[in-house]
């Protein structure tokens, strides 16, 4: 550690001031000249047939300058629910986008939009899963389910297992997963203690505090369009845009604006509708969801039913694994469902497995990623699966944990081997942390003291980084990545440290995907962890150029040199030295004999640095009211290396309280005819800081192989086992064993009541 | 050639539809929200102590928000003309901007600036440089001239000589210049032949189609500011905007719009001045200058005075050069003057030098460089003293030249040798063009012939270049200069013959000054010569990292690989291929193995590419009325290699046309108070498309040593011999030498009643 001048101090976001002082642009602060403002008609349908659209009193509202229906875009058909188009013929879920009204003004968008009459006949809707798998259900897609569901991938959520190919009669089935290792009926059968249970989670929505916005300009040359857009990967939505107006995607130029949070929810859902409309009317259009749009139009995180089953032999051996996952994934489909079954089961070692899932549709918006998608609920199935076998065998759960958790060697989900990974290490210090130290105090106050675990794989992708000098000493530091989480802070760490000027003479260039250098989507866990190692190798190029100026000017070897002080040195002879903004003056002036200190860095990680994050929640059950109040929570994670300890603290920090909400009262409910209740944030009920309870963070740092100086993704990991510690507090508090989020009073109440 | 798959074929614009369909953006066509247009009041008197300045009719002028006058800008004494503030205290020209009226709209800007009203109490005004140079002269900088004359440099137009430390009393004289070299004395005293003349050429305006304009944002965070405008050094304006906001450079971005031409006049003017007023009422603010400001308040090309003798041994040989210079920089200094000097003497070899150069301040609007700065005096100069010289010893004229001419090897202007240069390869090939050969029979109709050559030793500057390929199979191109003339195509041109794909595969970025890599000012005939290398380097690193992929995936070496019609393949197995856009997406995908192609180049070419045109006109003199009429202009010039022939071409014709204008039409003229009397383009007068006549451009091919594909800079010397072949023309029709440009009718006729 001591090793490091910048890495691991707390370094405050690079973009703080701006932010704080309204000074940062966001999606919605952008105005272009003769811009458009959109208001979307949305269906208020579950399911109906798409009659006349009567648009003449919207367009008689002064400033609506036209009402766009399917009839005036190309006919695309969207292939997923993050390429919806307009409804065309019928609508399939309320919500869903019927007309677009473009006005000179927001508020007369809004008035338009108001006034456009629709005509349907409605038809039944499917709004569950359990009406979804009926034998007598109505078949959503009677032609066949959309099968371009590729979005997830991004997010780091692989399918995994083998998709079985339904060659059957149409269904509201969209796909199944099965993937069997060993011989789980045997392992079972032979098993000392089972442990099983179905768990249930609803829709949850991710809820940014800034709604989903873009602005779109055409180009009439190219055909192409630039797009500016709250978003988390600007060359994916470069893709996807040139699809849908049919150009290359280096006619269509994204600039992904600072993000006001994510969380998965921007990886892409209406930015070719918006380019179509754009392009369609000649003029620049702008979007930005209010939030009622924001929670009935977008894409939340599946409905998840999990029926989950360990074995264990009265040593605490893990024997066989076994889970059922059924996933609602709204209208479109989604390969979710696969995903949480091979969550359920990546981070114990186990000979015996059997993991299936059925993804089934329904009448309802359809879903997207979500933080760690789908790992909250496979969590709470393993983790409460855990704690009650512990209970059965009588033995400590971390002690159980320990006993069968992942080490370096044992296969991994992705088919290899584990790397250095640290479940032990961070069970370890979760074991050694005073809130669960001291839980016999809390036990005897009343309280209830629960622990669990949780693990993602991390994703992976190429990129490249840019570092240039300035005439001012300044390091200029370019990525092509999207900044949702503070992250150009912590590379311009890392570009400080390897180049050595300190973090304030870095630069964080936000620029377009023209201007940027490759950079995916930001999400999975993966964007210090892989683009971070561009940066190191860039400012290290930098460094090497810089140095060979100086070199070539003291006439001296590299070696000799020294950057100390914003100043190259020769090494023992501090007299002998020139200033790092000489030195990039000298490529930057006419007639210069030195090329300009332009650094580039470029990385294919392909290795994975999985990471742990283990949480112990403290709680107090009043059994009059049901009500379960959070009095502490402890957030203990291995890092790697924790590049900027105040940007990992606020993901843990951010991660755990996400969890509280999954845990304790976040649930997008939907009536029988596919109506959202919880359709506004009075309805929709996230944690305030008071019920979000005093977070503790406790960062662990098992350096991984790859990653800058060791670090690991850190963005996930704190959201998935927080609903599971809960669930085991609460079992420790009151012995009741909740399987449904959120844990609301009532329905706490009623499982008290039936105890 | 036949080598080239691209290189020397004519390529259209690649943005010439944006162009001709208006929807390529200009610096007028950007609006900011809550921009103000400024306006600025300017000073009527060319020297005068400055009063009360009364805005508050200006203030009641709806949309009029603010009047900014000196005392409300932080006070900078500016250095140069390029730094001008606001007048304080005195003004010093006609034309200085006294005071900055910002409003909602540009025509409430313009009311406002008409009803400001300044108090000015007329001071006695210097308007020529023998007024300035008189014993009684008043000094126009009491207290020292300001000495911050950098900005030549930065159009190649090094001063040369020893300035000489002027520690005399206060004068108009800025600086004087003296270069001596063997005994001029002696070897005048031993020349057979000598030639001697004084020329004279008035101030001359750069005259863009598009005129001077810049918007800027302020960023209350840093105290930078964004700006973009109408320029040829975005690089240079950063610097020069952060200095004078106190700021780092890496606070500044400058955007480089699209230029409408610029010749050497948009090298940094109103930049600082308008980003401090920016800053001062935290607002965007944009100032576009209409024609008059644009004649009245720029940087025109200096007036020139040269008294220029040669002197020859009866074989032709060139014994003495002596050249003394005088400069009317307007109130600001300039080296230029010394320039002529050196440019009068730099390609003929001769062992007897002395030049001598003065540059005077005057209160006239100061000047800038403009396309071969000093040059086409210069040259009219030398030229025509060529011509009389070959006269008075019967030689051919193009013989003398040639038996004089610099050769690799000789030494050049900067002390060091020749490179290989084409100057003997141009005469040759002048001698053998129609227009020369035919010049018997053009005589015989009472026309007159005239020849005459230019030469430029071509600037240099350190750059870099990327290359990114896209998923479409584009390669996308970046470097950080603006686009003047069509350099693009160009760069387009050279990275596909490099990277090995068609050039409209190619995509050209236009960025700024932070996601560029460092380009330097357009301008000095360098950008194609050593930003090319740049480029060619960046493309070919991106081609080795695309045939690096490929090679891994067919197992195969990258030499066993091509690129043919959009496909690597495998050389003799047409078969085994993958096409460029499949590379590039297996470096921009989630999991993907290998890292983005993003090439680099740098470079600091530190070896020049002198390159000369000769030009002959054929002339017709109406001795009636004295009218020139210029029948016939042959250009014929050595490019090294012409990459694009089409903007090859269009180099040498408008810089044919602009020497027409400077032989025939254009004069800055003031009268003895100062003012302007050619202040619109109804009284300056430039060549239209009768006037420029036929032009005939000749490519001449010298290969450069460091340029790419052996190119060499095109942009000056085609403006730089049209003077003197013009005149060289009419003396072969009139026997009449004329010394003073413009070569206007009254003047002929005066001419021709002295005969």
């Known amino acids: 550690m001591s090793d490091f001048s910048f890495v691991g101090k707390p370094t405050p976001l690079i973009d703080g001031p701006a932010k704080i002082t309204g000074n940062l642009k966001y999606i919605g602060d952008l105005k272009l000249p003769g811009m458009l403002h959109a208001r979307f008609v949305l269906s208020t349908y579950a399911h109906a047939k798409l009659g006349a659209i009567d648009a003449n009193a919207a367009l008689d509202i002064p400033g609506v300058q036209s009402v766009l229906t399917a009839d005036d875009l190309p006919s695309i058909t969207p292939s997923s629910r993050a390429k919806l188009m307009l409804a065309r013929e019928r609508v399939i879920f309320v919500g869903q986008p019927v007309a677009i009204v473009l006005a000179d003004s927001a508020a007369a968008a809004a008035d338009g939009a108001d006034l456009v009459m629709v005509d349907y006949e409605p038809l039944e809707a499917v709004t569950s899963m359990d009406a979804a798998l009926a034998d007598d259900a109505t078949v959503i897609w009677p032609t066949g389910i959309p099968t371009g569901a590729e979005d997830e991938a991004a997010h780091g959520a692989d399918t995994g297992g083998e998709s079985e190919s339904d060659d059957e009669e149409a269904s509201n089935i969209a796909g199944k997963t099965r993937m069997e290792k060993g011989d789980v009926a045997s392992a079972f059968a032979q098993a000392d203690v089972v442990a099983e249970r179905t768990f249930e989670t609803p829709m949850v929505h991710q809820s940014s505090i800034e709604t989903q916005g873009w602005v779109v300009q055409p180009n009439p040359i190219s055909g192409g369009v630039t797009l500016w857009g709250s978003i988390q990967s600007p060359f994916g939505v470069r893709l996807d845009v040139a699809d849908a107006l049919g150009v290359p995607e280096s006619d269509v130029t994204v600039y992904g604006m600072p993000v006001g949070g994510a969380f998965g929810a921007k990886f892409g859902l209406y930015e070719a509708l918006i380019a179509l409309a754009a392009v369609t009317v000649g003029k620049p259009v702008s979007l930005i969801l209010t939030r009622g749009e924001e929670l009935l139009s977008t894409n939340p995180a599946p409905a998840l039913r999990i029926s989950g089953k360990l074995g264990f032999d009265s040593g605490g051996e893990l024997l066989a694994m076994q889970a059922d996952v059924t996933a609602d994934t709204g209208v479109y489909p989604s390969g979710l469902g696969g995903f949480a079954a091979m969550q359920f089961a990546s981070f114990y070692t186990c000979d015996n497995l059997l993991l299936e899932s059925t993804n089934v549709v329904t009448n309802k918006q359809s879903v997207g990623a979500y933080r760690a998608p789908t790992s909250p609920t496979a969590f709470m199935a393993v983790e409460t699966l855990f704690d009650e076998a512990a209970q059965q065998l009588g033995m400590d759960p971390v002690e159980l944990r320990l006993k069968n958790a992942a080490k370096e060697g044992d296969v991994a989900p992705d088919g290899g081997d584990f790397p250095t990974i640290g479940m032990v ?87 377009d995907t023209d201007s940027a250098p490759y950079g995916g989507g930001v999400g999975g866990s993966k964007t210090l962890y892989t683009l971070g190692a561009a940066v190191l190798r860039a400012a290290e190029d930098a460094r090497r150029q810089t140095l060979a100026i100086a070199a070539e000017e003291f006439e001296v070897s590299s070696e000799d040199l020294e950057i100390v002080d914003g100043r190259v040195q020769v090494r023992g002879f501090p007299d002998r030295s020139i200033s790092l903004g000489e030195i990039a003056g000298k490529g930057m002036t006419f007639g210069g004999r030195y090329a300009p200190v332009h650094g580039n860095g470029r990385q294919a990680i392909t290795d994975r640095a999985p990471s742990f994050c283990a949480q112990i929640a403290e709680v107090e059950v009043d059994e009059e009211t049901g009500d379960v109040n959070l009095l502490n929570l402890a957030v203990v994670q291995d890092v790697g290396r924790a590049i900027n300890p105040l940007a990992v603290e606020g993901q843990m920090q951010g991660g755990a309280v996400q969890g509280v909400g999954w845990a304790l009262l976040e649930e997008m409910r939907y009536d029988a005819d596919g109506q959202l209740l919880s359709g506004s944030w009075m309805d929709y009920a996230m944690p305030d800081s008071v019920q979000a309870a005093p977070i503790q963070t406790q960062i662990v740092e098992v350096p991984s192989r790859s990653g800058p100086f060791g670090a690991r993704g850190v963005g996930e990991p704190p959201v998935i086992p927080t609903v599971a510690a809960i669930a085991n507090a609460v079992a420790d508090a009151t012995g009741l064993r909740l399987s449904q989020t959120p844990m609301t009073a009532p329905r706490v109440l009623e499982a008290l009541a039936q105890r």
């Not at 622990?451 to 980084?465: K, N, Q, S, T, Y």
């Not at 840019?466 to 890392?494: E, H, M, W, Y």
């Open 425 to 511: 290490e961070t069970l370890e210090a979760a074991r050694q942390h005073p809130l669960w130290r001291n839980r016999e105090q809390a036990r005897e106050q009343g309280r209830g003291i629960g622990i669990a675990i949780g693990g993602w794989m991390g994703g992976l992708e190429p990129g490249a980084a840019v570092c240039k000098l300035n005439r001012d000493g300044v390091l200029q530091l370019q990525i092509g990545t999207a900044d949702l989480s503070g992250t150009p802070t912590s590379f311009a760490v890392l570009a400080a440290e390897a180049y050595g000027i300190s973090p304030d003479k870095v630069r964080f260039v936000y620029s």
